[in-house]
């Protein structure tokens, strides 16, 4: 079945920093690939999704390339900020048949600190 | 646009007892999801609706979770009797289109605790 592995947390940065947070699936045929991420108190979001192999994601200074030769959909950030303090989950929607489900990682949670 | 409600926002019940969640989509969007957070996981897919029809529920424990969409909108989750292994987060989701590059957007949940 499918599957998502995300490095695990916590990460602690100070701003600023340049931020990995890796993340590898596997599934079969060609899944579409999600970040999610939950700030305090609220729900989950967006962050960014790519639907094809070498698509980049790319959303409020945050980058994802999907790479299927690794099976992978690492999150990137140049420079971080005190409030992209959040829990950030890495997913992949099914490949086929009439259910497009989320499948999620356990997620990181990223402190940033002033 | 109003997002996905839910509520109540928590709720502390003791096991063997029941407890019913509602949500109510962002209009129009014919998918609705609810999945299962527990503690230091990612969400776990309970059940899928496509309008009024069940796409999958493979993953709901159907001996005390029962979930129904009446009229293709508001769907409510039910858990009877509850067991403290429950103790999680409940989140619904709708997305407008059922295909594999949809957004799902999130509810903030509802935070069930068993004593």
């Known amino acids: 079945g499918n599957s998502v592995t995300q490095m695990e947390g916590p990460v602690t940065l100070s701003e600023e920093a340049f931020l990995t947070i890796n993340c590898t699936y596997t599934a079969t045929g060609y899944p579409s690939l999600f970040w999610y991420v939950q700030y305090p108190g609220e729900g989950l979001q967006l962050l960014l999704k790519a639907t094809k192999a070498d698509d980049k994601g790319s959303n409020k200074g945050f980058e994802a390339t999907y790479r299927k030769e690794t099976t992978s959909f690492h999150l990137e950030k140049g420079s971080v900020q005190v409030s992209d303090s959040a829990v950030y989950f890495c997913?992949?929607?099914?490949?086929?048949?009439?259910?497009?489900?989320?499948?999620f990682g356990k997620g990181t949670l990223l402190t940033v600190n002033p | 646009e109003a997002g996905v409600a839910q509520s109540p926002r928590y709720k502390i019940i003791e096991k063997r007892q029941s407890v019913a969640f509602w949500c109510n989509p962002i209009s129009g969007h014919a998918t609705l999801y609810w999945y299962q957070q527990i503690l230091g996981q990612g969400p776990k897919l309970l059940i899928q609706?496509?309008?009024?029809?069940?796409?999958?529920d493979s993953q709901l424990p159907k001996d005390r979770f029962s979930a129904e969409r009446l009229k293709g909108v508001d769907s409510t989750l039910k858990i009877q009797p509850a067991k403290l292994e429950d103790s999680a987060v409940y989140l619904c989701a709708s997305s407008l289109v059922n295909d594999r590059g949809g957004e799902q957007y999130f509810g903030p949940g509802t935070r069930l605790t068993v004593t």
């Open positions: 609706f496509q309008n009024n029809g069940v796409v999958d």
């Open positions: 997913a992949l929607s099914g490949s086929g048949g009439s259910n497009y489900k989320l499948t």
